[in-house]
């Protein structure tokens, strides 16, 4: 093994020891209970559902799910593990970098293929009850899948990213796993076209791609390192962002911008505004609303919780929800806190510490009785109208924002 071989072994090792720690704290014994309680309500709800579908509720859902399958195999990224030093210090090894790109499209055909699996037995008593399974289009599909890794890896790595790929990637996947599912003239011949298409694209890219002095002691393809180093970078804030919902992770790359279209939510500055004891009021109503790993984290767990309301329509699932996204939520903003005070503009204003605090506090508290409202009359909207089951939903709110009001205490 080369030097560079070692070097991106060690990353990758790194990058798994990372992930598995951070898994210890995410996947803890109340999440897999959670997680246990609703994959057992989702089986008996999908086994349900199954015996009593129509026809076009099970092409519609088997389209739906093919969609949203064939979104995720093109928007994964491909994990290159380069860094910006990468572009000074591994320059003499570039011609040793065909072995670790090789492997990179491995690891990543070897995951596809796996979730490709889990898609097929998922989707297998759908496809039981519409039709028959093309298993040569099977094959086809694993090569559709090994041919979208070594694209995604030739631009990423050797050539440039183009907007348009995706979307036709995405429309070869889609049109593949039709064909394996349904036996129409019609599907194969736009999926035909469409590999046509993709093959003529394909060489374009490697055409485009390749090192035109091609001289004897240079590589045909040459790494572009910058760029690589960029999207592996931005990779990785992705990984962080997410895993932000559960634990706190530093998170280096946090942008803050305005958001209009959140203006509407921020108190309307008064005289009240700037006496001492409201002077931090605004500013962290302000903040949570423009910076990245708060609003989104809070939109994207409510969003979590919306659909498993929306998808199981008990209320005693809603509740359960309610809660979780409570605890999900509150434990993730609490610690935000300190943060915010290493920020230079905290610590302008000649104000006390306990100020600062009290009025935080009031930020989440508003924050998590809004949004457990906002999902408390989701759930009473779409169970039955039930004198006990709006007692449920009710007494689950309240439960969440006591949750949540213990933990707002713990802000320090």
């Not at 910006?84 to 072995?99: G, I, N, S």
């Not at 289009?137 to 631009?155: A, E, G, T």
Request: aromatic share 14%; glycine share 2%.
């Amino acid at each position: 093994m080369s030097n560079i071989e070692n070097i991106f072994s060690d990353r990758r090792k790194k990058e798994q020891e990372l992930k598995l720690t951070y898994s210890k704290y995410i996947f803890n014994s109340h999440l897999i209970m959670f997680l246990i309680i609703v994959l057992g309500a989702v089986l008996i709800n999908y086994s349900k559902w199954l015996a009593i579908a129509s026809k076009v509720e099970l092409y519609s859902v088997l389209i739906a799910a093919t969609l949203a399958f064939s979104y995720y195999l093109v928007s994964s990224k491909i994990k290159t593990h380069i860094k910006e030093a990468d572009a000074v210090f591994l320059l003499p090894l570039e011609k040793h970098y065909r072995k670790v790109g090789l492997k990179t499209v491995i690891n990543s055909t070897v995951v596809h293929i796996i979730t490709v699996i889990i898609f097929y037995f998922a989707t297998k008593p759908i496809t039981n009850l519409i039709g028959n399974i093309d298993r040569l289009s099977i094959f086809m599909l694993l090569i559709v899948i090994i041919w979208n890794n070594l694209l995604k890896y030739l631009q990423v790595i050797h050539y440039k990213e183009v907007v348009w790929s995706k979307l036709l990637l995405f429309v070869v996947i889609f049109m593949q796993l039709l064909v394996i599912f349904f036996d129409d003239i019609a599907i194969r011949i736009i999926y035909l076209i469409s590999i046509i298409v993709l093959a003529a694209f394909t060489y374009y890219i490697m055409k485009n791609a390749g090192n035109k002095l091609n001289a004897k002691d240079q590589e045909k393809y040459v790494v572009n390192w910058n760029q690589a180093a960029d999207y592996d970078k931005h990779r990785i804030e992705s990984y962080l962002k997410f895993v932000n919902m559960f634990v706190d992770v530093p998170l280096s790359g946090v942008k803050v911008a305005r958001r209009k279209y959140f203006d509407i939510l921020l108190p309307k500055l008064t005289k009240d505004n700037f006496k001492k004891e409201n002077s931090f009021k605004y500013y962290y109503y302000r903040v949570f609303l423009r910076q990245e790993n708060t609003v989104y984290l809070a939109l994207r767990l409510m969003l979590l919780a919306v659909l498993v309301i929306f998808s199981f329509k008990n209320t005693y699932v809603s509740g359960l929800a309610i809660i979780s996204y409570s605890y999900l939520t509150i434990i993730q903003l609490v610690p935000l806190y300190k943060q915010m005070s290493n920020n230079i503009w905290h610590s302008i204003l000649p104000v006390s510490e306990d100020i600062k605090i009290k009025s935080y506090k009031q930020l989440l508290t508003s924050v998590m009785i809004v949004t457990t409202l906002l999902l408390g009359g989701v759930s009473i909207l779409l169970a039955s109208f039930s004198t006990m089951n709006i007692l449920v939903i009710i007494g689950s709110v309240v439960i969440a924002n006591i949750i949540s009001k213990i933990f707002i205490g713990k802000v320090k």
